[in-house]
């Protein structure tokens, strides 16, 4: 079973809000909630990028660009972002590839998308070795729009019956969001069932800037 997690943004970062590493016995790397993510180099990050609003987007890479991390680079090519987050929109999904030492790691993230607001991505990841990309695209993009697609359905309707509890954005927070999901891995089935327990959507101006902590993968 490859690992399934869900992100959102905090600060000018990818907050991993729920992950299923732990229980996937396929996973190359293990990562725990709390973990942040760089968004210019992972797929949590360049879906969240591509497909929020453009003066957010206008935001956050301001501030990027004055980062001196190298996983910020990419902020300095405006025309190579452009083209990744173009082509990510074009596709409906955002991928990234990390070098492991036993075979590179593919991660690939579709958008929850409410009002024109990203919420938070469903990432999945797998070994490049036992998925090739082309496979993986038929098999586990279908799914993970299916189950955003869930998500976002059950949240409109919390919005219409809010539960007690609120969105917190705040840093280091786990969120709202819980996810229960079997992905199956390279010949297996794909079963996914998730729930938002939130309440408000969130505000991204309230999110402040975090500091960069992290170079994960997803």
């Not at 399934?4 to 600060?11: D, I, P, R």
């Not at 725990?32 to 591509?50: E, F, I, K, N, Y």
């Not at 990744?84 to 596709?91: G, P, S």
């Not at 492991?100 to 990432?123: F, G, T, Y």
Request: aromatic share 6%.
């Amino acid at each position: 079973m490859w690992p399934v997690a869900f992100a959102s943004l905090s600060g000018t970062q990818m907050l991993v809000r729920e992950t299923t590493d732990h229980r996937s016995p396929l996973a190359i790397e293990r990562f725990s909630p709390g973990v942040r993510l760089p968004l210019l180099t992972t797929a949590a990050g360049r879906a969240h990028l591509a497909f929020c609003p453009a003066e957010q987007r206008e935001s956050l890479l301001e501030i990027l660009r004055r980062s001196t991390h190298e996983v910020d680079k990419l902020a300095h090519n405006r025309a190579e972002l452009d083209k990744t987050l173009e082509d990510t929109r074009e596709k409906g999904y955002a991928s990234a590839v990390h070098t492991k030492r036993v075979s590179d790691e593919i991660s690939m993230a579709v958008p929850i998308v409410v009002e024109n607001q990203v919420l938070a991505a469903v990432v999945v990841r797998f070994a490049e070795t036992a998925v090739p990309f082309k496979i993986a695209v038929e098999r586990f993009i279908p799914r993970l729009r299916d189950a955003a697609q869930r998500i976002k359905q059950t949240f409109i309707e919390q919005q219409l019956n809010p539960p007690t509890g609120s969105f917190q954005c705040a840093r280091g927070s786990r969120g709202p969001l819980t996810a229960l999901p079997a992905f199956g891995g390279p010949s297996g089935p794909f079963a996914f069932s998730a729930r938002y327990t939130g309440g408000r959507r969130p505000n991204p101006k309230s999110c402040g800037a975090a500091s960069h902590n992290s170079e994960r993968s997803e």
